[in-house]
């Protein structure tokens, strides 16, 4: 269920409009980036500026960003000191947008610039949440496409009932909803459930994704279970649930079957019993409890890297960027000024 919209009303244009790119290992597709941002800006009716974050790159990524700040003042640059991943250099973006609306967007092509044209017509209609939903995933293969479908259900099921299916990190908010969200500073984010759980009106803008400029994925089948697991553990109660009712149930028939054997030994069926089952019954309980007890110790050590309050990220080098702005949890190294 979509959160209520009966407080949506309609809105000016935002004076700034910025828009947050995470890039890692990206050098082969920012040369089609910039050529794509660019061709829309002028079609975008307000002031714009892009946030590049270069998350601990090890190609020419940076390189490629500098160049592109130096030639427009209104591109900022953040290279952080090294990977902290996707949700993490996408959070810095979102510290360091000044504008009045925010998109937050891929480097790989997959979520089309253009794209934000409808997007902010939806935000004048009032929305603070308008995200980009996938009705086809062009050039992706039968277990990509079944393995994604799997991941949006079952996370909408595990994490938030209001988490849209089919939905990437590809989306606009608004100021008061992303004033809101930075409020949130856990260690293990996910910022898809993160935007669900704060609220404010929120509508979709459905697109047929398509295939990736250059480059390959940052999320293979691996990484994509580890994102999932990642979610799930961080952001839902649901796995220790599980876990309670698998207990009960073994400890019912635990108790089922030892009155079982009673029954048996007072109406004089008693039969010596082998080896076997008892043996299986211990395997069962004994590899069910150590299952148990790494889903607890998962939950440990999120508790463990919580009070340690790290910052989520470190920004070692900055182009365009004020040396006096500072941001919730970040720290700000001496800005790089050679590329301005």
């Known amino acids: 269920m979509a959160p ?39 079609k975008i009716p307000c002031a714009v500026e892009v946030v590049l974050v270069d998350d601990g790159s090890r190609d020419g990524t940076f390189f490629m960003l500098s160049q592109w700040a130096s030639e427009n003042a209104g591109v900022k640059v953040l290279a952080l000191s090294r990977n902290f991943g996707h ?77 849209p299916v089919d939905v990437g990190d590809y989306r606009l908010l608004s100021r008061p909803c992303l004033n809101a969200l930075r409020q949130l500073r856990e260690t293990h984010r996910f910022l898809r459930g993160m935007v669900a759980w704060v609220g404010f009106p929120q509508t979709a803008v459905q697109f047929r ?13 691996r990484k994509m279970l580890g994102f999932a697991s990642n979610a799930a553990l961080s952001f839902s109660a649901f796995p220790l649930k599980v876990l309670f009712v698998a ?50 110790g998962s939950y440990v050590a999120r508790i463990f890297e919580e009070v340690k309050a790290r910052p989520l990220y ?9 040396t006096a702005q500072t941001e919730p949890q970040a720290v700000m190294a001496i800005p790089d000024t050679e590329a301005r």
């Open 87 to 163: 949700q993490n250099a996408a959070t810095a973006g979102l510290d360091y947008a000044s504008g009045e609306a925010v998109v937050l967007m891929d480097a790989d092509l997959q979520d089309p610039p253009e794209l934000i044209l409808p997007m902010l017509e939806r935000y004048c209609d009032g929305y603070d949440v308008v995200y980009a939903q996938r009705i086809a995933r062009e050039g992706e293969g039968p277990l990509k496409r079944v393995t994604a479908w799997a991941f949006y259900r079952l996370m909408r099921l595990l994490i938030h009932r209001d988490l």
């Open 247 to 296: 207990g009960f149930v073994m400890a019912a028939a635990g108790f089922a079957y030892g009155l079982y054997a009673i029954c048996r030994v007072l109406l004089g069926l008693y039969v010596v019993p082998g080896w076997t089952s008892l043996i299986v019954a211990q395997c069962i309980t004994g590899g069910s409890i150590l299952m148990g007890l790494g889903m607890v």
């Open 4 to 42: 209520s919209t009966s407080n949506v009303h309609r809105r000016p244009l935002p004076y700034l409009l910025s828009i947050v790119i995470p890039l890692y290992n990206e050098e082969p597709v920012i040369s089609l980036l910039q050529a794509g941002i660019e061709s829309l800006i002028p």
């Open 209 to 221: 994704r398509p295939q990736r400029a250059a480059g390959h994925t940052k999320y293979p089948f």
């Open 314 to 322: 470190i920004v070692a080098r900055s182009i365009n960027i004020a």
